[in-house]
T-cell receptor, first 111, second 114 residues
Framework: RKEVEQDPGPFNVPEGATVAFNCTYSNSASQSFFWYRQDCRKEPKLLMSVYSSGNEDGRFTAQLNRASQYISLLIRDSKLSDSATYLCVVSLNSGYSTLTFGKGTMLLVSP | SAVISQKPSRDICQRGTSLTIQCQVDSQVTMMFWYRQQPGQSLTLIATANQGSEATYESGFVIDKFPISRPNLTFSTLTVSNMSPEDSSIYLC???????????FGSGTQLSVL
């Protein structure tokens, strides 16, 4: 079983739609969780951390489900500019070498 | 967040040659890292560049193939040695964002080996 799994997509949604991605992780000892965004041919950029209580940043909501070992990202009122690949990152909190990246989920928002 | 300049942005190289990638940060940072992102794959940590000492390599990566320099707290280089087509990838420099394991990345180097 892969350490961090994501549906590669692409998820095709119209502008204004709500879309959600899940990411599952295999190591129950994982402590820190992040979502990064990567535009085509660009570097990954931190979108948000994922806290146990869940967190929201504008149109973006991230949640953690430790019992089922997954994190989710919800995007409301999708914009064309949200089109990108979203990377799930999981860490054991034992140093940067324990950061594990998923392969990413591609989102395409159309007019 | 730190501003990270990475160059070259892309290169096409012949097999058997070597390429050195440079990473410059606009502020002093303790931890710098080199990642590889192969087509359709997730980011993989190559090594941690340590200032004043040898880099710490992850499993599957060795110093002879990926020598790294870190002469000061704002600069590092990664060399991809004796390249083969399997080395074609995006190479990314990154720095730590503080105590919570967040990362900031350079713009990446797209390497194609013929």
């Amino acid at each position: 079983r892969k350490e961090v799994e994501q549906d590669p997509g692409p998820f095709n949604v119209p502008e204004g739609a709500t879309v959600a991605f899940n990411c599952t992780y295999s190591n129950s000892a994982s402590q820190s969780f992040f979502w990064y965004r990567q535009d085509c041919r660009k570097e990954p950029k931190l979108l948000m951390s994922v806290y146990s209580s869940g967190n929201e940043d504008g149109r973006f909501t991230a949640q953690l489900n430790r019992a089922s070992q997954y994190i989710s990202l919800l995007i409301r009122d999708s914009k064309l500019s949200d089109s990108a690949t979203y990377l799930c990152v999981v860490s054991l909190n034992s140093g940067y070498s324990t950061l594990t990246f998923g392969k990413g989920t591609m989102l395409l928002v159309s007019p | 967040s730190a501003v990270i300049s990475q160059k070259p942005s892309r290169d096409i190289c012949q097999r058997g040659t070597s390429l050195t990638i440079q990473c410059q940060v606009d502020s002093q940072v303790t931890m710098m890292f080199w990642y590889r992102q192969q087509p359709g794959q997730s980011l993989t940590l190559i090594a941690t560049a340590n200032q004043g000492s040898e880099a710490t390599y992850e499993s599957g990566f060795v110093i002879d193939k990926f020598p790294i320099s870190r002469p000061n707290l704002t600069f590092s280089t990664l060399t991809v040695s004796n390249m083969s087509p399997e080395d074609s990838s995006i190479y990314l420099c990154s720095v730590s964002g503080g105590q919570d394991e967040k990362l900031f990345f350079g713009s990446g180097t797209q390497l194609s080996v013929l």
